[in-house]
């Protein structure tokens, strides 16, 4: 059995500007961003690209055609072959009455609620509503898909069968938390053998959603919401939250059974009106770092508090021992870890698409698995590795280092070997190398096929790459890579064993700070990916090579970019970052390059 897992819509974009913008939708608050594709095939998942890597438009809500395009060509298929179509989303019928309802009964002028529900109604109509989905693919692809081989599965329930599946189909208690869904913003519950049981009662609506808060205070501090809450995470440990924190003692109120509701229940059509909230607790607004880190480390708190309490509550609902935690919310890293540790749960996991990049995943899964022609298909299978992506040839490689001509200069090297030796030998110096392998990793996270390597030993390598490559704020710490054997030696890892994604933070021990200056934050902890030889052979080979050389048991790892660009996909797209930027060497393969003039 085919299932292709399709997230984007073509016109909403567009739509939200021309009829939802006149009464403060955000626009950073759209269905449909981090669009891509994924193609499952007899349940194995053969494909999967952001359609940002290809259409190079960071976090793009239009339709994955070049996503969908490629995901079928790399498997040898026609859209005839596809026996189901999933989408990430269900604006049934029935919800659509429930949203609107939901409109006719808020608090607003009576000219604005009108206004509203028109906008609403032709969002249902023209974009996002079933039949506008089956249209919108039909005019992009010229594929007009069957009604009956589509289906829409509701999207936090998709979030929970990508970290299902992802994980090794385990059975698994969940928590889903994210901006909002079709009409709530988080909910949990649990799955076993492949059926997920949803506990009703958890269901939070978007008007206390912990992610739209924390959005907004993004906002706030000067960020873009739905995009820069990781710049948030990084102040954050700057500061220590203040005593009382005012988020915990005046705004969010915890419940009895799990839920939460805030004392102000948040205006999702005025991206604005928090704001004189914001500088109540912590006065007029400054660009300083100490007042960003304070606000920053008062949010941190809030949304620790907040998750904590979801997970104990859930654990009095399930017998269950393993967690899946998914959606935005979830890519909190600095919430995952003493989540995890503060709970029974034996073991968490946070996947390498619990953000939207990942809903297609779990759509098609949730598809293929309610499928009578999958039945007894269920039970623990081997984890899924992130790099699910597209790959280029040594002929690729080639003719874009001709394309960009006498700009650099280069050399074929003869393999792993001569590749790890000669970049492990760099990597002794205070340099910033591109490393470019394989095919690309799912998700947010660069993972080791699209980074940049260097050696954290050095303390001013971060302002180095923040300042000269990245081209970012320069409080914004690096993750590092560590062999997944080393990690208990380096890092206080509690019960963690492994962290593969970079979803969760450490501490790291006092002993090895200052051999990783470049890669421990300023509160001490770091960002980790452990590594192993199945997942990342050669990245793996050359972190040995390298810690053999200089005792350095890290490498930093950052994504191949600059700041506001999707990460490289394409050899063109690696150099063309590389001539950009002051990165000293970039290997595409086994391709050493260097910019002309340059001594390798």
Known sequence: MIVLGCNGFTRVSKFFAENLGAVGINKHYLMGHDAGASLLVDGELTAAVEEERLNREKKTTDFPFH???????????????????AIPWD??????????????????EPAAREYLLTSMRGLFAEVVGPEAVLADFAARTGCTPDPDKVVFVPHHLAHAMTGYYLAGMK??????????????????????????RVFEETAIGSEYSIGILFSAITRFL?????????????????????????????????????RYTFTRP???????????LFEEYFGP?????AYRSRVAAAAQEMLNAVTRHQVRALEDRTDLDHLLFEGGVALNCLNNTPLFEGSRFEDMDVSFGAGDTGVTIGAAVQAWLNHPDSAGRTGPVPRVAPYLGPEYDDAAIEQALRDVGSRVEWRRLSGDEEVVDLVAKLLTEKVVIGWY????????????????????SFPDIKDIINTKVKHREPFRPFAPLVLESEAPRIFEMGRKTRSPYMTFVFPVKPEFRDVIPGA???????????????????????????????????????????AGEPIVCTPADALNCFLGTEIDYVVLGDYLVTKSGSAA
């Open 285 to 289: 607004r400054e660009e300083t770092l």
């Open 171 to 196: 059975d698994s208690a969940f928590l889903v938390s994210d901006g909002r869904a079709e009409r709530f913003s988080t909910l949990t519950g649990e799955i076993r053998d492949g059926r997920i």
């Open 437 to 456: 392998e394989g095919r690309m990793e799912h998700g947010p996270r660069a993972l080791g096929h699209r980074s940049i390597l260097a050696n954290p």
């Open 520 to 562: 421990t934050h300023v509160d001490g902890t770091s960002r980790v990916q452990t590594l192993t030889d199945e997942q990342t052979p050669r990245l793996a080979a050359l972190l040995r090579r390298f810690t053999a050389l200089t005792d350095v048991p890290c490498l930093i790892n950052t994504s191949f970019n600059v």
């Open 91 to 108: 604006w049934s019928a029935e919800l659509q009455e429930q949203l609107l309802s939901d409109i006719t009964s808020a608090p607003m």
């Open 266 to 276: 948040l205006a999702t059509d005025d991206p604005l009106s928090l704001d004189p």
């Open 222 to 258: 000067g960020f873009v919401p739905n995009n820069d809450e990781y710049k948030v995470m990084g102040l954050a440990g700057y500061a220590e939250p203040p005593v009382p924190n005012p988020f915990l003692d005046r705004l969010v109120r915890l419940q009895e059974d799990g």
């Open 67 to 85: 996503s969908v395009k490629w995901c079928l060509d790399q498997a040898g298929l026609e859209f005839s072959d596809i026996d189901l179509l």
